[in-house]
């Protein structure tokens, strides 16, 4: 590799440092091409990428992104993992791909611009991924609503019950309160025409003008 070379990879490395906020350092030491290839794609889900560098170019790439805290990582065979998409993703990634293979190591890193230890690195790697809390957010704000409505339909299913056992009482509007009130008025006539009997009765008794004359 030439100096012009040389100089174009330090200008692509600088550029990737310079465009992410999440670095690992990863010694790769024992990895085989199908590995690798194998990593890069459950790297590029998390929208990350596994680049094997040359320390030394790394350093002069890092020195000209201003990218601080790196150049204590670069010693022996190193790996630059770049994230620009979930850096929990990536890290479940290394760590679960290091379990299953029995290889990477991981040497340090940056996130937000803070170095990002061990411990750190495999407490991330413990967390669920954004698009899992996302849905767990979810679903708590929509646990309420479901709740409000599953007692909503309850409610009225409790009502129409209620109102169909007062129907059946006769408390509320039925059919049997009709014939009652249609027998009512012909209760009331009753009495009317008792009257006009008795008063029929009364003028019958009473003496004419010629049984009077006749008396006298």
């Given at each position: 590799m030439?100096?012009?070379?040389?100089?174009?990879?330090?200008?692509?490395i600088a550029s990737d440092l310079s465009g992410t906020e999440t670095i690992f350092a990863i010694d790769y030491r024992g990895i085989s091409v199908p590995q690798a290839a194998e990593l890069r794609a459950r790297l590029a889900e998390a929208d990350a990428s596994f680049k094997v560098v040359k320390n030394r170019l790394a350093k002069r790439a890092a020195e000209q992104a201003g990218t601080d805290g790196l150049e204590g990582m670069l010693e022996g065979p190193t790996a630059l993992t770049l994230v620009d998409g979930d850096a929990v993703l990536a890290a479940k990634a290394i760590s679960t791909f290091s379990r299953s293979n029995g290889v990477l190591a991981y040497k340090g890193g940056i996130m937000d611009g803070s170095p990002l230890d061990v411990d750190g690195f495999q407490a991330i790697a413990r967390l669920p991924g954004v698009d899992v809390l996302r849905g767990q957010l979810v679903g708590m704000a929509a646990s309420p609503l479901t709740g409000l409505a599953r007692g909503l339909g309850a409610l009225v299913s409790g009502l129409a019950v209620a109102l169909g056992q007062m129907q059946e009482k006769g408390l509320v509007g039925g059919d049997e309160a009709a014939p009652a009130e249609t027998e009512a008025p012909a209760e009331a006539e009753a009495p009317e025409e008792e009257e006009q009997v008795e008063e029929a009765a009364d003028e019958a008794e009473e003496p004419g003008p010629a049984e009077e004359s006749s008396n006298e």
């Open positions: 030439d100096k012009e070379q040389k100089a174009a990879l330090v200008e692509e």
